[in-house]
């Protein structure tokens, strides 16, 4: 099968590798779309990689021995590897597993942790079936575009009633306005690059420039009943401590992004909450993704700007690179229109 690999001259390149085998309940996955997540920033670093991205969806062809899903199933891969029988685990949040399995020692496979590639394996509680209606196009957005988001919105029960402002506009950001406008919220958003403000607007958000010296006064009067959550996708370490001044007093603060140690301001006067939201919970949640996916079609083919083969998977960090892109998918296998 083909696989992206970073080399050492900091190229993402297209390479042969052997086709991973299913074994147990570790069942192989054509990839059919692979969104682009963070993987380009460790192109230039010199160091070869080649588990190259998280985010999948596509369809089963060896199902081993599940007793799960089937050949012919249409999924969405979840990331990491969690372990299916911890606590974490049994409540579906995979995510936080800290006793995560060795696909590649379990099955005897060199490949299939990566899903820049052509296959990929994974336990089968960890495929979360695409019901009929949906395509696999739109499923894939049930992974990083979507997923941190739900998670935020949730966990903070955004609703009709709440300003949400949402620092960042990159994927995850997008992904964020998205679900908390699905939800019937009104969304600010702090973006600084024009084409993410550009794509920020067209799903209806009001775009505020971080950079400009009145913006914070201009949130305030923009948002006189204040802002009731705020989620914190840009990774900036000034950020947070910023979105806890804009937020109402016993407001909430959802922070998304990967960064920097997070300095808050004291809780106590404010009486402000803060989660942390890695990924999102797909056995607790599936109803409330599908449902958010199928209201939220035509802004899904809005945010995921481009679309490149899995052998462009280069040119396609470039785009990443630049920041002039919403979501970025590669097709392993050709774009069906699937
Ligand atoms: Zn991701
Ligand atoms: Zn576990």
């Known amino acids: 099968m083909i696989e992206v690999i970073l080399t050492a001259e900091g190229h993402a390149e297209a390479v042969e590798r052997p086709q991973p085998s299913a074994h147990g309940d570790i069942v192989t996955v054509r990839v059919d779309v692979a969104p682009m997540c963070t993987e380009f920033r460790a192109r230039g670093d010199g160091i070869e990689h080649d588990d190259l991205g998280h985010e999948a969806a596509g369809v089963v062809v060896d199902a ?35 006793t995560p399995r060795d ?34 196009e739109h499923a894939a957005a049930a992974c ?29 950001g997008l992904g964020a306005i998205i679900n908390a406008g699905f939800r019937g919220a009104r969304v600010l958003v702090l973006e600084a690059n024009p084409y993410r403000q550009e794509l920020a607007r067209r799903l209806g958000a009001e775009v505020f420039d971080p950079f400009s010296a009145d913006t914070d006064n201009a949130i305030a009067a923009a948002a006189p009943g204040g802002i009731t959550a705020a989620i914190e996708t840009s990774g900036v370490a000034s950020v947070p401590a910023r979105l806890a001044g804009l937020v109402r007093r016993l407001g909430q603060l959802a922070i998304v992004a990967w960064g920097t140690d997070v300095v808050l ?27 958010t996916i199928r209201g939220s079609r035509e802004a899904l083919d809005l945010v995921t700007t481009h679309h490149l083969d899995l052998t462009e ?8 690179q630049s920041g002039q892109c919403g979501k970025v998918f590669l097709h392993p296998h050709g774009r069906s229109g699937e």
């Open 64 to 98: 081993g021995g599940s007793t799960r899903v089937r050949a012919g199933d249409r999924v969405v891969v979840m990331p990491q590897l969690g372990c299916g029988k911890c606590a974490y685990c049994v409540q579906g949040d995979h995510i936080y597993c800290l």
């Open 103 to 136: 696909v590649r020692a379990e099955t005897g496979s060199t490949t299939g942790i990566a899903t820049y590639a052509q296959y990929v394996l994974k336990p089968d509680y960890l495929l979360l079936p695409v019901p009929d209606d949906v395509s696999l």
């Open 144 to 172: 990083c575009l979507l997923g941190p988001g739900l998670h935020a919105t949730s966990r903070m029960n955004v609703g009709v009633l709440d300003t949400v402002l949402v620092s960042g506009a990159g994927p995850v």
């Open 265 to 291: 301001p004291p809780l106590v006067p404010t009486g402000l909450s803060v989660h942390g939201c890695w990924h999102w919970n797909h056995v607790r949640l599936a109803d409330q993704m599908w449902a």
């Open 313 to 320: 998977a280069d040119a396609a960090m470039d785009v990443q």
